[in-house]
Antibody, heavy 118, light 106 residues
Framework: EVQLEQSGAQVKKPGESLKISCKGY????????IGWVRQTPGKGLEWMGI????????RYSPSFQGQVTISADKSISTAYLQWRSLKASDSAMYYC????????????WGQGTLVTVS | DIQLTQSPSFLSSSVGDKVTITCRAS??????LAWYQQKPGKAPKLLIY???TLQSGVPSRFGGSGSGTEFTLTISSLQPEDLATYYCQQLNSYPLTFGGGTKVEI
């Protein structure tokens, strides 16, 4: 079964750094793009960016370019989302999801990582 | 960026009713659109891709149609377990934007 497992909830202070992870199981991790999506409390979904673990080709939404770093380590089937200096406004639920080659839709999704900056 | 406008943002309907949600794109995206269902406290789940292809395992009461700039998600007979927020996402070009969501109340 194809699955994405995300790291646990984090509570951080403003100005601190953070790296959350998304590990893939049940498929060739290097061969599928992994995207990241933000959901702030009570709000909708925002697409942040995407990475191809095979060669680390990365695309960012203009809204998140320069604010976060997306990376991957194909040797351990894991993608990452990283902040150098967190702000209170980064408090949100973050999801990773695998992009299908055929129609670019995202399936499956990870369970989400809640980040609280306070 | 391609903007997606969903309507309505909220709807309340009864069990057995037919429900229609619309997603309009700011420019043509062919059939490069997916629909997701997000139940309270859960991650989004893929319902439909390619505008009209039902994901395996999704009940047949869900259906999608449209191309270009106007798309619809239809629930033919609303069930209690369909309480959720529904999102469209365009997959035509980066950034892969989402609609604002439609919250469905039973």
């Amino acid at each position: 079964e194809v699955q994405l497992e995300q790291s646990g909830a984090q509570v951080k202070k403003p100005g601190e750094s953070l790296k959350i992870s998304c590990k893939g199981y049940g498929y060739s991790f290097a061969s599928y793009w992994i995207g990241w999506v933000r959901q702030t409390p009570g709000k909708g979904l925002e697409w942040m960016g995407i990475i191809y673990p095979g060669d680390s080709d990365t695309r960012y939404s203009p809204s998140f370019q320069g604010q976060v770093t997306i990376s991957a380590d194909k040797s351990i089937s894991t993608a990452y989302l990283q902040w150098r200096s967190l702000k209170a406004s980064d408090s949100a639920m973050y999801y990773c999801a695998r992009r299908e080659d055929s129609s670019w839709h995202f399936d499956p999704w990870g369970q989400g990582t809640l980040v609280t900056v306070s | 960026d391609i903007q997606l406008t969903q309507s309505p943002s909220f709807l309340s309907s009864s069990v057995g009713d037919k429900v229609t949600i619309t997603c309009r794109a700011s420019q043509g995206i062919s059939t490069n659109l997916a629909w997701y269902q997000q139940k309270p406290g859960k991650a989004p789940k893929l319902l439909i891709y390619g505008a009209s292809t039902l994901q395996s395992g999704v009940p047949s009461r869900f259906g999608g149609s449209g191309s270009g700039t106007e798309f619809t998600l239809t629930i033919s007979s609303l069930q209690p377990e369909d309480l959720a927020t529904y999102y469209c996402q365009q997959l035509n070009s980066y950034p892969l934007t989402f609609g604002g969501g439609t919250k469905v109340e039973i």
